[in-house]
């Protein structure tokens, strides 16, 4: 797809440039290792990497162009030179117009907040096919085109190949597009250049402060996102959370609240929170969920709410939301034939997500059944959450084992003292220590007798462990299942 330079910095804030803007170019690079003869190279300032240190690999790789904050003393003279004031967006905006502006094309929904991303922007996907449109995703567990999957690797996939995604999606001839948009992406600009329709916040509790360092920091990289939306587009928020107000103070898009305990546009009332799943009053319709827990209850709300919110028909929202299933690690059960215990795997990271895991847990068991969590905390993150959810598990479970999750880099051993910190005197006998994730998990299913409940917490649908920069095989699932028949 080749096309001039001089058109894709139509939209950017150039600063000064120097050669031939008028010349054609073959394709976009932030990563001078994939540059070609005839591409353009935009040095990005990355977390672990400055592009503009490599500037000169981009050159002798056969770059015609860089696009930069800061250019080098001196460039060979057929080199084009752009000095931008931002990289990261002048990136998104150039691969917008290089795939021929494809979010244009589409009913883009972004969805952000701490939790219930994934499965809001996947049940969006699902109900959406269910109304008969072809509909594309973009979330962590995965992307798809429709009913084809494509690997996901990030919560938001760098601009580049987030336009390319989209312009893959118009081509397969999708209508609408769910994405989720984290706080990272917003912060670096990965979500530069698109044309969002729509926008949702779930809520926010602390998250990422390893990457954000401070709780305002990261609220206000969530708001990035709602500040950037035209006023064409909506702008649906949690009014149940108390910086969904937050979210919406500068926006231009239409303002849409949501909620299960006040007023607000889009409300429903919880009628029924079984193992079976839910009952949900919505538009005066009563509506079942095979999904479980309040915090879900939310989640099919805001499905339904941006489904109102594109023109469509409540009734068939209404009906094509009964029928939706559960999101792969996002409170999963599994049932032992003969058995009355239940497993359950989540992807419930922070002390928030566990924390409504095992309330909604709480409510479902029976009287005489025991909660056994299996918790651990990543390595190379925010240190500060790790006491916190170890005091959480021990607040709402009978039994605890603190575990490794993805330890990456650091010593599983001293994530597990960390984490050990927020257990209370008073919760001391209840708690065990067991290194290895699969050996933990075997110790909780043998454990589980009567109709006990057991959580495996913190990594839900990833398929694999972490651990000093390799991606083992691991499946929390597959794992707890195999464990579990053993023991029958």
């Known amino acids: 797809m080749s096309t ?9 804030k150039v600063l000064a440039a120097n050669g031939q803007l008028d010349r054609k170019i073959e394709s976009l690079q932030f990563d001078s290792r994939k540059v070609k003869r005839g591409d353009v190279f935009i040095a990005i300032r990355g977390t672990q990497v400055d592009g503009h240190d490599y500037i000169s690999s981009a050159v002798d790789q056969g770059a015609v162009a860089i696009v930069a904050e800061a250019l080098p003393d001196s460039l060979p003279d057929q ?8 990289s990261a967006m002048a990136l998104g905006k150039m691969a917008s117009l290089y795939y021929g502006e494809p979010s244009r094309q589409l009913k883009l929904v972004g969805v952000t907040g701490t939790n219930g991303k994934t499965t809001t922007v996947t049940l969006l996907h699902e109900l959406f096919l269910r109304l008969g449109y072809k509909a594309g995703l973009l979330s962590t567990v995965r992307n798809k085109i429709g009913e084809m999957p494509l690997p996901a690797t990030h919560t938001t996939p760098d601009a580049l190949a987030v336009h390319a995604l989209l312009r893959d999606m118009v081509d397969a001839g999708c209508d609408y597009a769910f994405m989720e948009v984290s706080s990272h992406a917003a912060h670096q600009r990965r979500i530069a250049g698109l044309d969002f329709d729509g926008a949702v916040f779930t809520n926010i509790t602390h998250d990422h402060l390893d990457y954000h360092k401070t709780f305002k920091a990261y609220i206000e990289a969530k708001k990035m996102f709602f ?6 587009a909506f702008a649906l928020v949690n009014a149940d959370d108390r910086r969904g107000e937050v979210m919406l103070q500068n926006t231009l898009a239409k303002r849409y609240t949501y909620s299960l305990r006040s007023m607000a546009n889009f409300r429903a009332k919880l009628l029924d929170n079984a193992v079976t799943g839910l009952q949900l009053l919505i538009d005066g319709q009563e509506v079942f969920s095979r999904l479980i827990g309040d915090f879900n209850a939310y989640n099919l709300l805001a499905v339904y709410s941006v489904s109102i919110l594109l023109e469509q028909d409540h009734m068939e929202s209404l009906t094509a939301l009964s029928e939706l299933g559960a999101v792969d690690g996002r409170f999963e059960t599994i049932a032992t034939p003969g058995k009355s215990y239940i497993g359950i795997v989540d992807y419930a990271h922070t002390p928030d997500a566990l924390e409504k895991v095992l309330q909604t847990i709480d409510q479902l068991r029976q009287r005489d059944s025991r909660i056994i969590t299996v918790v651990g905390c990543g390595g190379d993150r925010d240190r500060a959450k790790r006491p916190v959810m170890a005091k959480t598990a021990c607040a709402f479970s009978d039994q605890v084992i603190l575990t490794s999750d993805n330890p990456r880099t650091e010593d599983p051993e001293a994530i597990l003292e960390d984490m050990w910190k927020g257990v209370p005197k008073d919760a001391v006998r209840k708690v065990l220590t067991i290194v290895n994730r699969r050996e933990a998990i075997r110790t909780a299913a043998a454990l589980a007798q009567g109709a006990d409940m057991v959580l495996i917490a913190g990594k839900g649908h990833e398929k694999y462990q972490e651990v000093n920069g390799e991606r083992l095989p691991f499946d929390d699932k597959a794992e707890l299942e195999g464990a579990l028949q053993e023991k029958s």
């Open 227 to 232: 500040d950037m939306l035209p006023d064409t």
């Open 4 to 12: 001039t330079l001089e058109d894709l910095l139509e939209p950017v």
């Open 79 to 86: 080199i084009v030179s752009v000095l931008v004031a931002d």
